[in-house]
């Protein structure tokens, strides 16, 4: 298994903070995801990237940044946390994008927005 | 916008029975893969499928891509406990990014 590590694992927060999010993977993987999983939703794509410095939105990405300034780390920042953002979030990485490679995924961040 | 829809969402049975889960979409994929996820952890990659009526075979587990590629399923024949999970279809069109299905939870008795 692809070793991809989270964290925190579970993380409390009151709405207006900001919140850092860590993924780190240790297997030289191009391509990092970041997603979201709620109830009756599956997996939301909040941001990818391609690259290190190489980020692009995905269909949730709205009070989310992104950044990779290396390729084990990808950070998901929440610059001021609403309940709505109250999820659990999972980190994936992938040798290359296009949907036939093995995307291989952190076991997830349980964040609580108060 | 839910572009993959699965059924059933909840889906709870005795060990030995066997089941269906379908993955269906309006839009064409150019492929198509299934995860399962277990409590408190990450999905896991179960199979990739990319051919219009394409069949593969995990053990119990049988794979169909529609001939349309719009749509697939999965069939677990003699469900086990250890089958209980969440399971999600995955669709790329090209070389996009994965959409992800709705989920359908399983969970097989003893």
């Known amino acids: 298994d692809a070793g991809i590590t989270q964290s925190p694992r579970h993380k409390v927060t009151e709405t207006g903070t900001p919140v850092t999010l860590r993924c780190h993977q240790t297997?030289?993987?191009?391509?990092m995801y970041w997603y979201r999983q709620d109830p009756g939703h599956g997996l939301r794509l909040i941001h990818y990237s391609y690259g290190v410095k190489d980020t692009d939105k995905g269909e949730v990405s709205d009070g989310y940044s992104v950044s990779r300034s290396k390729t084990e780390d990808f950070l998901l920042t929440l610059e001021s946390a609403t309940s709505s953002q109250t999820s659990v979030y999972f980190c994936?990485?992938?040798?290359?994008?296009?949907?036939?490679?093995?995307?291989?995924f952190g076991p997830g961040t349980r964040l609580t927005v108060l | 916008t839910q572009l993959l829809e699965q059924s059933p969402q909840f889906l709870s049975i005795q060990e030995g029975e066997n089941l269906t889960v379908y993955c269906n979409s309006s839009?064409?994929?150019?492929?198509l893969q299934w995860y399962r996820q277990e409590p408190g952890e990450g999905p896991v990659l179960l199979v990739t499928v990319v051919t219009g009526g394409e069949v593969k075979k995990l053990k119990r587990l049988t794979f169909q891509f529609g001939d349309a590629r719009k749509d697939s399923s999965l069939h677990i024949t003699a469900a086990q406990p250890g089958d209980t999970g969440l399971y999600l279809c995955?669709?790329?069109?090209?070389?996009?990014?994965?959409?992800f299905g709705t989920g359908t939870r399983l969970q097989v008795f003893p």
């Open positions: 297997e030289n993987h191009r391509y």
């Open positions: 839009s064409v994929f150019s492929s």
């Open positions: 995955a669709g790329a069109k090209n070389t996009d990014k994965l959409i």
């Open positions: 994936a990485s992938e040798t290359s994008g296009g949907g036939t490679d093995t995307q291989y």
